[in-house]
């Protein structure tokens, strides 16, 4: 069991680890950006370190300030949340090489799992069904809009990289997909590093239904159910 634990996310989502963390025993370490100096989470944390500046690449990305907010507090794990490094694999790597533990999956796992169009590209291979769309990232807005009007409107534009609804845009009409593409590459290299994107065709009024599994590094491996997600 950790003693202390780096929260290196915000918000809710620091709020949800800080929670488990207390439930057991483990003191907390928040960091913050300076927008973020008042955020609620950081009122209950043991330790709360500035990561300095406001975008994401100066503070909750870079991982340099992250692995030193660590080695100041004395944090021996770091829980990533969601989103921001969550899925950086050399984030992992760094951090596992300074001493600390990622509280998350290895460095392998996430190489084969962050890109979520070669995750699609895979499985498609496989022979399991995926959302039509093209398995191709887009190179250029032109080239967007001649995969969107092949794919046919409603489309999503979608990150390659991240997760939690980041980078996606919803796309009705082919005047729309220039501005759509531009706000979602935008937030997709703000949130990820990257703004790799790809299309997939709107299924409209789908249900998101998840069975989530967790593993720890004993080997031990459970699932949590169905959980509609919708």
């Known amino acids: 069991m950790f003693e202390k634990v780096l929260i290196a996310n915000r918000g809710e989502i620091a709020l949800r680890v800080l929670r488990a963390c207390r ?34 690449q100066e503070t909750y990305l870079n991982v340099e300030k992250i692995i030193r907010a660590c080695e100041l507090t004395g944090a021996e794990a770091v ?45 498609h291979e496989a022979g399991v069904p995926v959302v039509p769309g093209p398995l191709e990232a887009l190179r250029s807005l032109e080239e967007g809009r001649e995969m969107a009007h092949e794919l046919g409107y409603p489309l999503l534009i979608k990150a390659c990289l991240g997760g939690g609804g980041r980078g996606i845009r919803v796309v009705e009409r082919a005047e729309d997909f220039a501005d759509a593409f531009q706000s979602a590459e935008r937030e997709a290299r703000l949130a990820f590093g990257r703004g790799d994107l790809y299309l997939e065709k709107l299924i409209p009024r789908a249900r998101h239904v998840e069975v989530q599994v967790m593993g720890d590094s004993f080997g031990n491996v459970i699932h949590l159910g169905e959980r509609e997600c919708s």
């Open 79 to 123: 829980h990533p949340g969601y989103g921001f490094l969550s899925e950086n694999a050399e984030f992992v790597e760094r951090l596992t090489e300074r001493g600390f533990t990622f509280i998350g999956p290895g460095a392998e796992t996430l190489r084969g799992m962050k890109d979520k169009l070669g995750v699609k590209k895979r499985l």
């Open 23 to 56: 439930e057991l025993g483990i003191k907390t370490v928040g960091v913050f950006s300076d927008a973020d100096a008042n955020l609620l989470h950081l009122r209950y944390v043991d330790q709360k370190v500035s990561l300095g500046g406001n975008l994401p």
